[in-house]
């Protein structure tokens, strides 16, 4: 490197800084390519990170990057990621525990930097404990720091919200098994019902694949005199909520003005349209922001990962689509 | 390696698939998890890649993955390279060909076993011609393969689908500059029209950050008496086929029966529901299988890449949605 740099009659910072994917003038860019060239020098990450024991991968598991969320999550992941020289491993577990635990052993074996995950499957003890790791929705273990939105709040907003707007008989919608963070979403919106002596059922679907038949079924049923007997909707996702909207819809029930709905998550379609379907909104930039911020504690500090069961409670917001008045 | 299997008592075949992150049987990986920690052995991954100049990460970069279309590539790519045992790098080159360098310089850094570009600016000569390259959608250079969906029979085929659906005024809309595949959609479109003796009209939002404005200007100006002189209408993009479809809503359209739209891509918002726009659909499932299969043959056949310029067109297919009839 110092030879390159000599050559190219720059310092030793600027290679580094070029050979490393940072910002570079383009006139220096150009004198270290050319004595790069003429050096023949290969610049090897894999031989630096051998050397230093490390690498600058961070492998990032989430059940799936093709929904909304996670790939609005993924983006902002890997932005911040690369704002600190770290680039992203992506993998999609599709749910399994088995697709999660190989890429656990992977990063092992492949010495990554760190792991960020949002994890399903019971993996703590499949973890080597020297890799730095972060948890995002639900706790790994007590000794990982865990980011999460705020679903309780989130779940009382969403019912203040439609009482706010006017709703009197609300509905909560998911499906069989309601758990984990689903469950405090429930909650919070029934707890601000309940203290508010507001009127709310619970609807759940069956755990089938076919879901959305029991929803149909649900709507036909309830629907008398051309009227739903309930004016305000609210479920822990928006894709539950969409399904929901376009049954209502089919059936000639007109969204927002006889049925407010609102669904979790928030996030959007193309990062430059509005949202359609109001929605508690999960800032997937502050998730990432903190996810990163905590993994990356673990590693400046080698490794030690005890005291670091803290949880960083993101907030959410309200944020109005077509669906509410 | 060997004396893990001896002391596991499993064959160094096991042992490897282990490391590897292949699937093993739960009982052979208990042995060979206790007999790894009994003799503190450390496969490392990285050790391994330098000792064979090889890594088994591939980088893939993306415009943004935070898009119906990218994530649902990305996910296929993902699951694809995971099948042959290589691991994804995900990189968001936010549109900007300075990001794109980083990328590429990094993926010739570090030595990566190859990169898969939906490659937007002009990198080819970037690009270490050691390191296996495919690219979708775009040609980088002469010597490397390309895999691109059959844009010119989408744009024809939604003509045919509108004519044969009973529109007879059509209309393309994009924004400018309308180039390279969007410009080979439109001329697919316009070319059925024309040889089928179909009216089509083209407009064209300018090229400005709020080009909505311009499409909600032209629904307003054309319309007439409570009519909208077209009734058809094809959008290279799902993401302004939808745009302008709440424009149309919003100005009390009915679609499909006064209007119906067809828009490119057809990738769902979530796996499981249907798509909501009909839409000319790009099979991403195929694109990652051939992006990976041209990038699999160039690294067994040790990175001789000419004679590789050559196209692999994935045909398309029209689906419906809620806005055809």
Do not use: W
Not at 115 to 126: D, E, H, K, P, Q
Request: aromatic fraction near 10%.
């Amino acid at each position: 490197m110092n030879d390159v740099a000599s050559l190219a009659g720059v310092s030793r910072g600027s290679v580094s800084n070029y050979i490393n994917g940072k910002k570079t003038k383009a006139e220096t860019q150009a004198k270290i390519k050319e004595a790069i060239a003429a050096l023949d020098y290969v610049p090897n990450a894999m031989a630096r990170a051998l050397k230093t024991s490390k690498s600058n991968f961070v492998v990032f598991i989430v059940p799936t990057v093709n929904s909304p969320f996670f790939s609005e999550l993924s983006y902002h992941m890997q932005q911040e990621l690369q704002r600190h020289a770290y680039k992203m491993i992506l993998c999609n577990s599709n749910n399994t525990s088995e697709e999660e635990i190989e890429y656990i052993q992977m990063a092992n074996a492949q010495k990554v930097a760190g792991l960020i995950t949002m994890s399903y499957a019971n993996v703590a003890n499949l973890i080597d404990t020297s890799i730095p790791l972060v948890s995002i929705e639900k706790r790994v273990s007590q000794n990982v720091p865990l980011i999460t939105s705020d679903n309780y709040m989130g779940g009382r907003l969403a019912g203040e919200t439609l009482a706010k707007l006017g709703a009197k008989r609300l509905l909560f919608i998911s499906k069989k098994p309601v758990k984990n963070i689903s469950a405090v979403r429930e909650r919070g919106f029934l707890d601000y019902c309940q203290e508010n002596d507001i009127f709310a059922d619970v609807f759940l679907a069956r755990k089938k694949i076919n879901f959305i038949s029991d929803f149909k079924r649900f709507v036909k049923d309830n629907f008398v005199d051309q009227h739903f007997p309930y004016d305000g909707v609210f479920s822990d996702s928006d894709e539950y909520a969409s399904d929901f909207y376009h049954i209502l819809i089919q059936a000639g029930v007109q969204v927002p003005n006889q049925v407010q709905i609102i669904g979790f998550d928030g996030s959007r379609v193309y990062a430059r349209q509005r949202i359609t379907l109001s929605s508690i909104k999960q800032s997937t930039a502050h998730i990432a922001k903190y996810a990163v911020e905590k993994l990356l504690l673990q590693i400046e500090s080698k490794n030690e990962r005890t005291f670091l069961g803290e949880t960083t409670v993101i907030p959410v917001s309200f944020e109005k689509g077509i669906t509410t008045k």
